[in-house]
Every structure is written in C-alpha cells, then in structure tokens.
C-alpha cells in the first residue's frame, strides 16, 4: 500500500503536481492496531495541511479512528482502500472506502464453495476481531442458506498456542470439504500445517486478509487481482514491477494508488480545503462523473460506499494469485 | 396643519406608546423564550446521551458477566445451550462495545478503554473457546490451563467494564453539574430580561402619561382661568396633542370673541351714562327755563289783568271824559306809560321766548341722539345674543369630544384612567361655559327690556318736545300781536292825547277803540294762561325725562359693573 501510494504521488508530481505544488505523502504506522490508530487519527487531525488520510488499512483500525477524523471544528476526509466491515463507513460522513464490503466477500466465497466445489460441510476458522468476525458472519449465514451446514466456528488470535484442538474436533465430528479462514495470511500459515497434521483434507479458502498467501491452490477473494484486464492496470501493474523489483501490487496497493489518483483530482478542482475536498468526493458518480481507476469504477453511494464494484475469486497458482476459473 | 402635526394626537401618543411597548416587550419575550427553550433542548440532549450511554455501559456490564458465567459453566457441564449462552453473550459484548464507540461522547482516553475492552474480550473469548474444545476432546487437565489462562484476560475485562460503567457515572454528575450551571446562566438571563422589560414598561408608560397628562392640565389651567373671568389670551407649553390643540383654538377664539365684546360694552355703557348726564343736564336747565317761562307769563297775566283792568276804568274815565273831556289828556298820557311798559315786557318775554324756543331745539337733539344710541344698543345685544348662540354650540361640541374622549379612555383600560378624570373635567367646563352662557342670556333679557322702556319713553319725550316748538311759537306769535297792538294803542292814545282836546266827537270813536283793546287784553290774558299752562306741562315732561335719564344712567352703570370684573 506504501509502494503503490509513493508510485501514485511521484506520477503526479512528475506532472507537475497539483496547481503547480507539488503533493506531498506524510507517512504514519498504526501497526494495525485500534489504539495506536486513535492516536495516529489525532496526530494527522492536528496537521493542518493534511486534507485528507489515505487509509487504515483494516476495518478494525478504520472504525477505531473514524470518530476522530469525523469530530471537531474541521473534520478530516478518510478513504480506506480496503476496510471491508460492513458498518466502516456507516454515520460517518467524512469516513470512505474504495473496496467492497465483506458482504460481498462472504457471499461470494460461500457462493464458490457450494456451486463449484459442491461443499455441504464447512468449518470456520475466524480471527477474532473485526474484519474476521465480519467475513465470518455473511459467510456462515450465506452458506446456511445456499443449503450448507457449518460443522464448527471457531475463533483464533495470533497467540493461540495450536489449531489442534479445533481440528481436531473437526474430524471427530465428521469433517468438512471447506476450511473458511476468515483471517489473515499468517493465520492461515498457520492453519494448513495443523490440517495436514490432524488429516483434515479440506480446500483452504479466505477473504482478502489472505491476500500475499503463497500456498499453492488456496482460493482467495478479492476486490483487485493484478491480471484484471484493462490498460490502466496493465500500465499501473508494469510500473510497480519496474519501481518495486517485478513485484505484482495487491488490492490494498491498487486501492490507495487509485485514491490517491483521485483526490489529487479532487484538490484540483476544489484546492486545498478539507470540506470542500471532502464534498467532491462524495460527489463523485453523482454529482461529477465516476471514476474510472486500476481497481475498477469508483462511484459512491451515500454510505461513502462503492456498491457497484465487485468481488473476484482468485487462486494461488505458482505462488501468485490469479483469476480463478471455475 | 402640517402632515407632522395631523399625527399629534393623543390617540396616536397613545398608540405610540403602545407600540413602544409592544416593540419593546417582544424582543424581551423572544429572549426570555429561547433562553427557556435552549435550557429544555439542553438539558433533553443531556439526558439523551447520558440515557444512552448508560443504557449501553449497562448492556456491555451484564453481557461480559453473561459470557464468563456461560464459559466457566460449559467447562464442568459440556451442553449445547450453555455453549449457545457463551456464544451469544459474547456476540452481544461486541455489538454493545461497537455502540459504546459509536457515543459522541466519548474522550479519546475512554476510546481507547474501549478499544482495549474489545482486545480482552476477544483474548477471553479465544481462549474459553480452546478450553471448550480440549474440553470436547477430554482434555481436562489442558482444558483447566486453558480456563486458566482465559481467567486473566476476563478478570481484566470486568475490571475494564466496570470501569467504564464508572466513567460513566461520573460523566453522569458532570452532566448533572452541566445542566445546573446551564440553569442558573439561563436563570440569570431570564432574571436580566425581567428586569429590563419592568425598566422599559416603566419608561414608556412614565413618557406616555407625561405626553398626555402635561398638555391635558395646562388647558384645564387656562379653562379654569376663563371661568375665573380672565379673559387674557392663553399661553400654552409645548406641541399640543390634535384634539386638544382644537379644544385651545376654540377656547381662543371664544375668549377673543368675548374680549371684543366686552370692550364695546364697556365702551357703549360709558357713552350711555355720558348720554344720560348729558341728558339730566339738558333737563335740569329745561325745567329752569319753563320756570322761568312760567314766572314771566305769571307777571304777563298779572299785568294783563291789570291793563284790562286798567282800559275798563280808562273806559269808564273816556265815558266820563265825554262829560270830562278836560282830564282826557291826562288819562291820555296814563294810557301811553301803560303802552310802554307793556310793550317793554312784552318784548321782554318775546326774547326769554326765542331763547326758550332755542333750548327746546337743544332738548330735541339730545332726545334724538340719545334714541339713535339706544337703538344701536338693541343691535349689540342682539350681537350678544350671536355670540352666545355660538358659545352654547361650542359647549355642545365640547362636551361630546369630552364624552369620546372618555369612550376613548375606556378603550384604553387601565392606562386611560387618567385621560378618563381628565375628560370628566372637560365635560364640567363644557357645562359650566354653558351654564355661564345662560346666564349672559338672561342678563341681556333684561338689559334690553330696560332699554325698550327706555327708548318708548324717548319717543315720548320727542312727542312733547316737538309739540312744544309750535306752542312757543303761538306764544312769540301772541306776544307780537300784544306789541303790535300795543304800538297801535300808543298811537292812537297819542292822536287822542294830541287831538282829544280838538276832537271831543272822536270820544266816542275813542270808546270803541278802546272796546277793541279791552277785547284785545281779554285774549292776551287767556292766551297767557295758555302760555302757563303748556310750561308747566313742559316742565312736567322735564322731569320725567329727567327720571328716564337717571334710569338710563342706572342701567350704564349695572353694565358697567356687569363687565367691570373681566380682564380683557
């Protein structure tokens, strides 16, 4: 997300800027956690020529901060490339997200798991915050109702001591021919291992928290695949690999390079103020024209949502992930 | 009158002031209301929240209790309703601290409390989770530690609980502490706003009542004075309001009226008692000249008598002369003495007669002077009769804007009491000035049924000073004859004194011409008695002109007296 958001900054200042200043990135670690994103909230609040935060990375930091950058005399402009809870952006007027919901995740991986693999039995292995209790939520609930039965639903933190257990019990209870990990890629490291050792034989499959996962045959939903066709992406994807040593950007990198498309766009047009930015955003697909960016069309709804844009299932295949067919 | 001055009434002062109040009071009203409504939509947003959050800092309490109790329990008895329990108590958990988040009105510290509760929680509930499930496998003592370590982040979660559930309570006397504040700011600012608006009516009615009351008492000042007889123009403070600046105008003009009327009165009345002297002198010297008239025809008589007395024995002497022709000279001679002094007296009395008949011209003039000024005295009263027509019309008018006046009052309740005592008192002066009216009427009544009787006896009194000219005359006229004759007799007494010696025969002649001159002497002594009689009635006259004179000066002086106490 860093990489692709420097990439997006030096393009723009490589073309002169905007209104002939060049943008400037004031970089900030929340470490993913809640606290700490309450106090980087408060530090960029107090900067007055921050108009706007790209940003946090997780739901879970996002709603953290989001009553900070929304309070005040002068409320801050916040757009998450990739906060997926459904509720992240809900009363929150200034808070915005370029990515879909994990509605939209849970839905369509609980769709693939009972239409192209004709799974009936399921386990989830969730992480225990936000995001994960999120993704867990629509996909158990989708599952159920495509005619699937959820054999155990576990939670999990990165200091749990072993998934044994839970397998474990898993395969007393019969098995399952899906193993959800709505986590992250470290959970799920950690979870193929312990399946092999408790012979659970299930297809891994997860969210975008998984995204970066090197396990071949993992299937992974996301908002951005690299291959996605069209020529922005084409060009946006052979830039980062020449600037980022022929790495491929993620869904997280493409959403902040198209934000940060997007709001120096937004200063051009309104200049550098923080409530006028912040309604030209909200403007965009309504009141100005859509915009058209690597990750897909960004139009937002009155949520700060985009709800036209889509989930794709993708697989590992040689340690990258690629559109998968069914 | 001035587009300015039509709008100096006393209904528009009171409607100013009125709307002086009314702009002012509104204002007052409209802060006083918002000061009130913004301590109800305070203290209502207050209570709300705290409501709110305390509903949410309870829910959070009991769930996190819920969610241990269920978790220990499924330990020592594996059911799937105490697992369902745990699972639902620790859903709720996050649903009530995603609530707790969501409050406004949070600090950033009880933020991250917050934030921190949900890491217990999930650390809790993960752990409790692996206890269950080394539990299902029949791993008790696993299950133990697990439970164990599950303790630590749980024990720390209630504490987090429970203090937030604490924040909260202070935050709950803040607020109560808030509001009370809120109260007495606003208290005051009612306070303030009651005291302003008791200021400004005070104000407005202080000014309002001025604006009336001042003007009101100075034409009750100047009226008063006007039925105290002072009829000096009034002078008056300041801009009147419309409908007293009418009243004043009228009252001005009634008291200009009556100045010029007064001053022709007394002006009239002086020239009457001037007439009436006058007339009482005219009089006087009338009565002395008919005393004088009567003594001489008096002596006339006398002498008539004598000198018939005197041409019968001259008669008997010519009788006897015929035998005594010889004293006839001497008898003669008597007779030519006697012509003499009778001719003197004669001429005498002729001249008193001509200065009388000069006199009697005198009288006349003033007789019909003082006629011609009566005459003009019945118009002046007939003016006065006019003019009081007009004051009663006046008061009429008055005492109907007097009775508006107090309607108006009424209208304007309370305040217009003062207007109300002050339109009464114009009413009493209406009726006063009408009453004063009647009065004037009547006293004009009777001056003029004194000057009708007074005109009726001039017209008399020239009746009989003209009838008295032609008398006089006949008496100049008998008077002449008497001298005439007179001359007559000296002369023939001469021819006979000259020629009676010579001519005896003309004796008899002599007789007849003395028959004719005894006859002569009969009617001058009964044309005498004529003469004595008309002057004594001349002089009757006289004094009863001279009484209608003094009448006259009486009724001068009852005018007089009549308009003596007025100024003007």
Same mark, same amino acid.
């Given at each position: ?123 989830? !292995? ?47 209870? @019969? ?49 951005? !695949? ?101 | ?102 409050? @406004?009105? !949070? ?136 409908? !007293? ?324």
């Amino acid at each position: 997300m860093r990489l692709a958001a420097e990439l997006a900054v030096r393009e723009i200042n490589a073309a002169g800027g905007v209104r002939g200043r060049p943008l400037a990135l004031v970089l900030l670690d929340d470490s993913a956690s809640t606290q700490r994103a309450i106090q980087v909230a408060r530090q960029f609040y107090d900067m007055p020529d921050v108009y706007a935060v790209v940003g946090h990375l997780t739901s879970g930091t996002t709603i953290a901060a989001a009553p900070v950058y929304n309070g005040g005399a002068t409320p801050l402009l916040e757009i998450s490339p990739s906060a997926s809870s459904p509720t992240a952006t809900h009363g929150a007027p200034y808070t915005f997200r370029v990515c879909p919901t994990d509605l939209l995740h849970g839905a369509r991986l609980a769709a693939w798991a009972r239409r192209q693999l004709a799974a009936e039995r399921a386990a989830v !292995l969730y992480l225990n915050d936000e995001y994960g209790r999120g993704v867990r939520q629509v996909f158990t609930s989708s599952f159920t109702s495509l005619g699937g039965r959820v054999i155990t639903d576990d939670p999990y933190l990165p200091d749990l001591p072993s998934f044994q257990p839970y397998l474990e019990r898993l395969q007393r209870a @019969g098995g399952a021919q899906v193993v959800m990990v709505a986590g992250t890629r470290a959970g799920a490291e950690a979870i193929m291992p312990a399946m092999r050792a408790a012979g659970v034989t299930a297809q891994v499959m997860g969210g975008d928290g998984l995204t970066g996962l090197e396990i071949d045959g993992t299937l992974i939903s996301s908002a951005y !695949l690299p291959d996605r066709p069209g020529e922005r992406n084409a060009a946006f994807v052979a830039a980062y690999r020449r600037a980022y040593d022929s790495r491929l950007p993620d869904h997280r990198g493409a959403g902040a390079y198209d934000i940060i498309h997007l709001l120096a766009r937004g200063l051009d047009a309104v200049g550098p103020h923080r409530d006028h930015l912040r309604d030209w955003v909200a403007g965009v697909g309504t009141e100005t024209p859509a915009f058209e960016g690597v990750t897909g069309t960004i139009a937002f709804d009155e949520n700060g949502d985009v709800p036209n844009k889509d989930v794709v299932v993708g697989v590992v295949r040689g340690g990258q992930l690629v559109t998968a067919t069914p | 009158m001035t587009g300015l001055e039509r709008f100096n009434t006393l209904r528009v002062r009171i409607a100013l002031g009125g709307l002086a109040l009314v702009a002012g009071m509104v204002p007052i009203a409209f802060i006083g209301i918002s000061a009130l409504s913004t301590i109800g939509t305070t203290v209502a947003a207050e209570l709300d929240q705290l409501q709110r959050v305390t509903a949410v800092s309870n829910g959070v309490t009991v769930a996190v209790s819920d969610e241990i109790r269920a978790a220990e329990q499924y330990l020592s008895a594996r059911t799937p309703e105490v697992q369902q329990q745990f699972r639902t108590a620790a859903a709720s958990v996050y649903t009530f601290q995603q609530a707790l988040q969501s409050l @406004g009105a !949070l600090t950033e510290e009880e933020r991250i409390a917050v934030t921190r509760l949900e890491n217990l929680q999930a650390q809790a509930e993960v752990w409790y989770a692996y206890a269950h499930a080394l539990a299902d496998l029949g791993r008790r003592e696993d299950a133990h530690a697990a439970a164990i370590t599950a303790r630590e982040p749980a024990e720390q979660l209630l504490a987090s609980v429970l203090s937030v559930a604490e924040g909260q309570s202070r935050q709950a006397e803040a607020t109560t502490d808030r509001l009370v504040d809120a109260a007495r700011t606003r208290r005051s600012v009612v306070l303030l706003v009651l005291a302003t608006s008791v200021v400004i009516a005070t104000l407005v009615g202080v000014a309002l009542f001025r604006s009336v009351d001042r003007p009101v008492q100075d034409l009750v000042g100047a009226a008063r004075r006007f039925g105290a007889g002072d009829f000096r123009p009034m002078t008056l403070r300041g801009t009147m309001p419309g409908e !007293l600046r009418e009243l004043t105008d009228a009252m001005d003009s009634v008291g200009a009226r009556l100045r010029t009327i007064i001053v022709a009165v007394t002006n009239e009345s002086q020239q009457m008692a001037d007439t009436a002297s006058d007339l009482s002198a005219v009089s006087e010297e009338l009565a002395a000249t008919s005393g004088e008239i009567t003594t001489a025809m008096v002596d006339i008589s006398n002498s008539a008598e004598k000198q018939v007395s005197g041409l019968e024995h001259s008669r008997q002497r010519m009788e006897h002369l015929a035998t005594l022709a010889r004293k006839n000279a001497d008898v003669t001679q008597r007779v030519v003495t006697l012509g003499q002094q009778i001719r003197r007296l004669a001429d005498d009395r002729r001249r008193e007669m001509a200065t009388a008949g000069a006199s009697i011209a005198d009288v006349r003039t003033v007789v019909e002077r003082s006629a011609r000024q009566v005459e003009e005295l019945e118009r002046l009263t007939a003016a006065i009769d006019d003019f009081i027509d007009l004051i009663k019309r006046i008061s009429s008018q008055t005492n109907l804007l007097a009775l508006n006046a107090a309607i108006e009052a009424a209208r304007a309740g309370e305040r217009g009491l003062g207007f109300a005592v002050v339109a009464e008192e114009v009413r009493h002066l209406a009726d006063s000035s009408a009453k004063a009216a009647e009065e004037v009427a009547d006293t004009v009544r009777t001056i003029r049924h004194q000057m009708s009787e007074v005109a009726q006896t001039m017209a008399s009194g020239r009746g009989k000073v003209a009838a008295l000219g032609p008398m006089a005359e006949g008496v100049q006229r008998a008077l002449g004859d008497i001298a005439s004759a007179v001359a007559e007799v000296e002369q023939t007494t001469a021819n006979v004194s000259r020629e009676a010696r010579a001519h005896l025969e003309a004796t008899d002649e002599i007789g007849a011409v003395l028959r004719t001159v005894s006859e002569a002497a009969s009617s001058h002594a009964s044309s005498a008695e004529q003469v004595t009689a008309a002057a004594e009635e001349q002089g009757a006259s006289t004094e009863e002109m001279a009484a209608q004179a003094n009448a006259l000066t009486q009724a001068a002086e009852r005018l007089r007296a009549l308009v003596k106490d007025l100024r003007v």
